[in-house]
């Protein structure tokens, strides 16, 4: 159960609902997000919410029997869009393309990637300067230093910038520098990483985990909100099946399930999703056919030479032509389907 307290409700009407739900022994979890405030009660399935309706100090009160409750489409229908400022919105009519590289490499690679998305019209560029990675014996990462740079070019460029963040104590370094946290596949179900992330007024891209499932995603997702941020992007990025004939399996059923039990942004990240260049441009023009609000791309002015993903990477000219088609059939889905 969702209770939508009302702007102007007072402390005592709150002390008055709180005592009353402990009354009909209903555990309760009050949440204050940067827009609003709610208490999230765990009831019985039974629970007459007309036994409480009548309070004062109530807006609105829903019954959600998912695990995941502010996240889910029962509370809220209308979809959420993410207003990152300067016009750049993701969840809205408008395709949301995140281009950039697997890692942030260097200031000439940062100019020359910044060039490319003005080319295109491309607003968000992504690339890690912390890195997960599967051998501890790669590149890790330039760190907050190549962060600066990066967020430096971007917003004197009016670029949006989206980077991971591995750790609770990288939160309060970076936050001045990015735009967007990313919170990798690896990291998914790292609940402490979550907590602090629902505490910044920052948009989240949430990344599913390697074998996570959709219901553990919006869980991890719940995490956020419910710690009082409801800015947040899922992203699919591909699962772990048996399939070893490419990198992971982008699973894009996700992305109209999905949309249907939530309310927040989809994603798709088709670089991971595939692992294979020459088909990232099919898989994002599939995830764009599935109902993506987006999708978060990589691309490089020279992958022969990149210091992580270069194999998936795509280079700018053939990243180009993707972006116009993805947009195309993006307008296609939009006036037809
Ligand atoms: C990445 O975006 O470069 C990345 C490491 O992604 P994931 O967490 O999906 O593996
Ligand atoms: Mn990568």
């Known amino acids: 159960m969702i209770i939508h307290l009302s702007k102007d409700i007072t402390e005592k009407e709150k002390s008055a609902l709180l005592a009353k739900l402990q009354e009909l022994n209903i555990k309760s979890n009050l949440v204050s997000t940067q827009f609003r405030n709610y208490i999230v009660g765990i009831a019985s399935d039974d629970f007459d919410i007309r036994t409480i309706g009548n309070l004062s100090g109530i807006d609105d009160i829903h019954r959600v029997s998912d695990n995941y409750k502010m996240v889910s489409r029962k509370w809220k229908v209308n979809n959420t869009i993410i207003d990152l400022g300067d016009h750049v919105k993701i969840g809205d009519k408008e395709l949301s393309i995140m281009a950039g590289p697997c890692s942030i490499e260097g200031e000439k690679q940062i100019e020359n990637t910044v060039q490319h998305l003005l080319e295109n019209n491309i607003k968000i560029m992504r690339g890690g300067v912390f890195k997960p990675r599967s051998s501890p014996y790669t590149f890790r990462g330039y760190g907050i230093d190549i962060l600066k740079l990066f967020y430096k070019h971007c917003s004197a460029n009016g670029i949006k910038v989206i980077t991971e963040v591995m750790q ?23 609940f402490n990483l979550l907590d602090i992330l629902g505490k910044v007024d920052k948009p989240v891209l949430l990344k599913r985990g390697i074998s996570g499932t959709i219901e553990e995603l919006l869980s991890s997702a719940e995490y956020i909100f419910a710690n009082g941020n409801e800015k947040i992007i ?60 987006g999708i978060i791309v990589e691309v490089h002015h020279n992958p022969e030479m990149a210091l992580s993903d270069g194999h998936q990477s795509l280079y700018h000219q053939q990243a180009s032509i993707m972006y116009e088609q993805l947009r195309l059939t993006r307008k296609f889905m939009t006036e037809n389907l």
Not at 169 to 186: C, K, N, P, T, W
């Open 168 to 190: 609770v104590s990288q939160v309060e370094e970076m936050i001045d520098y990015v735009d967007i946290f990313q919170v990798g596949a690896r990291n998914s179900q790292n």
């Open 234 to 293: 899922l992203c699919e990025r591909g699962i772990r099946t048996f399939e070893r004939a490419y990198r992971n399996t982008l699973d894009l059923n996700a992305v109209p399930i999905l949309k249907d039990k939530s309310h927040l942004p989809v994603i798709v990240d088709p670089s991971h999703g595939i692992g294979i260049r020459k088909h990232v441009k099919t898989m994002a023009l599939s995830a764009v056919m599935s109902g993506a609000d």
